[in-house]
């Protein structure tokens, strides 16, 4: 099974924290050093009284101190450096999955994936993970108790084994509570989106009170256990530091009773060794449960942004495909919106198809809610269809690279969604401008007036959403954008709800000049005065296309259906035939108005 995305990313950092494990050996291995010390001093010097021994032994002492500390330093260092190759391998790939996963979800908690991914990333460098790594090198200081005394090692084996239980059930029982805690953490963060991106209707019509009282209830949930796991990490803390001063005194009572018996080497010097030793084998526990939090909130963050990874995963071909000439070919297209809990929710769209070649201009029209918005948004591959393709050039617009297809569609949708930056990058998209292009579009859609009266020109910083700019001009400008480049297919969906006379006109100027060079257009609009550019006209209901065909046909094919559905009353003998045509049409005078002169 392959790796994900996470995975490959933390596989590929494993190398640095070998070599961190192997200094870390050394360090540990180091940490003998005062009690060797002790015993030389005690044994050696105390002796022998000799100055220039104790000299030397300290020298040769701080000397290790000091090597040790180099080698810490280059441990710490190595795991800063893992962590910082395991952020610039995955950021794009997990700004990229966020931006899927609230593409498909409005309320989607967007900025708890990148709390997560930090969370995660902090944590390949907390003191918790070195205290983990340093785990395994208890057994140097086991095996140099044991050295010292058999006793002495079993003894502290007893009571580490006890330790562990006690931490590994406390563990459960906080991982548990932490679970239920980022459930409702969840819950109330998402709620609280909701409501304040509908923060003018919940103030100006007295619901704040009643939402809030809502809120409170997933807050004070998610606070009860939070403190519930808090307060059994402390509890699992002071019983780790109880056992660890228990022991180390243990110990050193042990070692006092062998010292009285003789059988240990050495004396008090050991005796005192052993209680140090003794202690360095709770350390790294100690740091653990210390640190219990980092690693659990760690765990819960791995396990977040690994389901967020296998759901959305841009997708990309295997090779780069040739830019699209022009040609659309919608086949037996279907889409369902998916609804939670619900396997087979029904369908939205309902075999939709129609094929344009280069140049051809599309005009789809019809009431609302009939799916016009829908299947713009499966024409440029945000949506994957339940059922059927949408192709450019024969391939499927869904799978092909959005960055590599991108620069090649434009793209208007309903509500603009301009972006905080300059003019020129938002019609530029944000890429390196060019301003032969740039300037090509300003001139097809006549923008020279309206750059001229901002303060800076195609320099102005727009505010977020274009916030300084009226709606035909941002109107004008997410046109731009759409046009920007030459794109060979582009999708408008109500190009002229925000514009004047002129804005229009010079939309209409532009499609025909694009047109003219083999753009191909698929425009949703509902006036008639764009059906001498179109070469087809599409009629939507109900999700359903329900006439397609050359505009003038489509037309004569609605009068002919109202005409039919305002005749005479119908005798018995034709009420059969009657009913199966108003069932085939229906509200054909409502489809009229909607294609109608401005």
Known sequence: MPHSALKKSLLSIAPYYRSAMLLGFFTNLMLLAPSWYMLEVYDRVINSRNTTTLAMLTLLVVF??????????????LIAEASLKFENQLSQTIFDAAFLAKLKAFNFPIQQV????????????????????DVPFCLIFIVALFFIHPMLGFFTLAALAIQVVIILMNQTRIYKQMQLANQFAFEAQNYFTTVTNKAEVVKSMGMLQAIGQRWQTKQQAFLFHQSQASEIASKSATTSKFLQTIQTSLVLGLGCYLVIHNALPYGGAMMIIASILAARVFSPFVQLVSQWRVLADAQEAYGRLENLLAQYSDNKTGMPLPPPTGEVSVE???????????????????NIQFKLNAGNVLVIAGPSASGKTTLSKLLV????????KVRFNGVDAFKWNKAELGQHIGYLPQSIELINGTLAENIARFNE???????HVIDLLNLNDLIADLPEGVNTQI???????????????????????????VILDEPNANLDE????????????????GTTFIIISHLQQILHLADYLMIMMNGQMIRYGKPAEVMASLQAAQSQSTSVQPTSTQATSTQASQTELPQTAALQEEVQPA
């Open 433 to 439: 401008i060019d301003d032969e292009k740039l300037n």
């Open 381 to 388: 591959g945000l949506h994957q269809p339940t059922g059927g």
């Open 332 to 350: 037996a297209l279907n889409y369902a919106v998916p609804l939670e809990g619900r396997q087979n929710p029904e369908l939205f769209l309902k």
């Open 463 to 489: 505010g977020q959403d274009g916030a300084f700019l009226s709606g035909g001009r941002r109107q004008l400008i997410g046109l731009a954008r759409a046009i920007y480049g030459n794109p060979k297919i």
């Open 502 to 517: 002129m804005g229009d006109k010079a939309l209409h100027a532009m499609i025909a000049s694009l047109k003219a060079q």
């Open 114 to 133: 990148f709390t997560d991914f930090k969370t995660l990333k902090e944590s390949l460098y907390s003191p918790a993970l070195i205290g983990l790594m």
């Open 64 to 77: 290790i101190y000091i090597v040790m500390e180099c080698l810490e330093w280059a441990r710490k260092k």
